[in-house]
């Protein structure tokens, strides 16, 4: 009887832990439906910035500090755009790996030399790599408790200063871009130095490029007014498109962990049924054994 207790016992801790992943799927997918009206509301504006700059970077004459090109490439910033909990599939680590599949590949000079600085941005990334002995120079723990703008332009305006003052000669944002709710794609973008070819891409109408425009009160005062805005926006879309791939993860996680709590349940109801029935079985056999000795006395 002992064994059918614990058994039963697990059965119910098992409905318990059903019942909380089921919950957090649903609160995971109302989160991932405010993440992704944030997320498409804000790409028709990235994509007309990305418009105007392309046309501004590509006029002749115009110059920008953002536009520079250093000659040697000697020190580097790297943004890691993590999460701030659990709970929620592979999207951390396998961010996390192909960030140091990156370092290995591209940038591991500077990270010998003690020349690659990092930003973690959420709890995970901070863990993750302050523990592994990266250069993390800033963190950002709770960072999506609060998710606005104004954090996103803060760093990035930090990150740009550092640049244009020859601080550093990269600056990279590594994040997991949104695809479907069970999949993302992990992306390692260089923002700074600004890449005039990075515009020649699809989602940019090439007829309005060739277009002839006249600048008011000049090409170089709007570069200057924009370009900052174009870069802070690239962490912005960054923390919007994690935000809600990390929410799409969460659901697809929690959903794997209740349906496999089910099928856990199921097996356990079977051993279950087959001690008590042994069990039944064992009494019955003592019962009618007790009641022939009985008749034999």
């Known amino acids: 009887m002992a064994n059918l207790r614990d058994i039963r ?17 649903m609160v995971a997918a109302a989160k991932l439906r405010k993440a992704q009206q944030r997320m498409t509301a804000t790409r028709p504006y990235a994509k007309k910035l990305k418009e105007v700059v392309s046309k501004l970077v590509n006029i002749d004459q115009v110059s920008n500090i ?47 030399n003690g020349n690659l600085d990092l930003i973690a941005i959420g709890r995970k990334a901070e863990a993750y790599f302050k523990k592994r002995k990266y250069n993390v120079i800033e963190s950002y723990p709770g960072f999506f408790d609060d998710l606005n703008y104004n954090k996103c332009s803060e760093i990035m305006e930090w990150a740009s200063e ?7 000669d990269k600056i990279i944002i590594a994040f997991n871009e949104f695809k479907t709710v069970i999949s993302q794609n992990r992306l390692v973008d260089e923002v700074l130095p600004i890449q005039t ?88 056999s003592e019962i009618v054994s007790g009641a022939a000795a009985l008749e034999e006395n």
Request: hydrophobic share 40%.
């Open 9 to 25: 016992n697990r059965i119910n801790t098992i409905k318990n832990t059903q019942q909380i992943t089921k919950a957090m799927k």
């Open 66 to 112: 953002l536009l520079r090109q250093p000659e040697v490439m000697s020190r580097a910033l790297l943004i890691v755009v993590g999460s701030d909990r659990g709970l929620c599939g592979g999207f951390n680590n396998n961010l996390f790996r192909v960030v140091e599949n990156t370092i290995e590949d591209k940038y591991s000079e500077f990270h010998k």
């Open 162 to 168: 550092g640049f244009a003052a020859g601080s550093y």
């Open 197 to 284: 070819d990075s515009f020649d891409e699809s989602d940019i109408d090439s007829s309005k490029l060739e277009m002839d425009y006249i600048f008011e009160p000049d090409a170089d005062t709007i570069l200057n007014d924009i370009l900052p805005v174009y870069v802070n926006m690239q962490l912005w879309r960054a923390a919007l498109e994690s935000n809600a791939s990390e929410q799409g993860a969460r659901m697809a996680a929690m959903d794997n962990a209740t349906e496999n709590a089910k099928e856990l349940e199921q097996e356990l109801r079977l051993k279950y049924n087959q001690a008590r029935q042994s069990a039944i079985t064992t009494e019955i």
